[in-house]
């Protein structure tokens, strides 16, 4: 069985609608794919008709944004309650943080550049989150830099010149609120060193004092250093592993399956959370 646990979609900065990501998924030979857009549920239904038209299995999950000493963390929420108050609250505040981040960055981005808000609103298109993605397409659009990942390894670093940080909530809040909403949280791409700092080993306690479910280990942006430290913090805290493509579609390089989760993994995340998986 091919578990893919970590796609993007145009509800925040993928390139290719819910329906498209799922069709992609079952074309890539996937038997599994969640969609884990950014601090939103918005592609949840659609996601849902296509995974159940195409005969692929759907876990439906967000990408919550969390800050842990001043480092931004990741957690994939996995099969909560959408409707949650308390979650639904937090992913509102975050997401509004993000829209006023963008255009404080454009402003910033136009005293040396060619590029405008309006720039960025039609590359976003259907977005309910618009983020620095949407400013990076706007960038490659420009011919300002040639890529997504360009842009964020120069203008869009987290400790270059045109950086502005953004609210997002506690990790162990974070973690917390997930849990209360009936997810199953997992630290996503935590050992990605090469996009900035990472948090330390400690942290790793501290979450799965909160509830932590697991860690996303197996990561194109994972060295094997960082593979194998991650696995050991999961072993010695007893959190689930899993592997993840984090597919955004053709803007950046990631592919569909080109790291998966074991399905034993999956069971135990399905038993720990509260919605079911949708099974096409």
Known sequence: MRIDLHTHSTASDGMGSPTQVVEEAAAAGLDVVALTDHDTTAGWDEATAAA???GIALVRGTE???????ISVHLLSYLQDPTHPALVAELDRTRDARLHRAQQIVE???RDHPITW???LDESRDAVVVGRPHIADALVARGIVPSRDVAFVDLLRADGRYHVPHYAPDAPDAVAAIRAAGGVPVFAHPGADARGRIVP???FDQLAEAGLGGIEVFH???SERQRERLAGIAQRLGLLMTGSSDYHGSGKANRLGENLTEPHVLAAIEEQGKSEVIRG
Do not use: I, K, T
């Not at 919550?64 to 001043?70: A, D, L, M, N, Q």
């Open 52 to 54: 159940r038209a195409n």
């Open 64 to 70: 919550v944004s969390g800050r842990s000493r001043g």
């Open 108 to 110: 910033l981005l136009a």
């Open 118 to 120: 309006q720039d960025v």
């Open 201 to 203: 080993d400690a942290v």
């Open 220 to 222: 194109r942006d994972h």
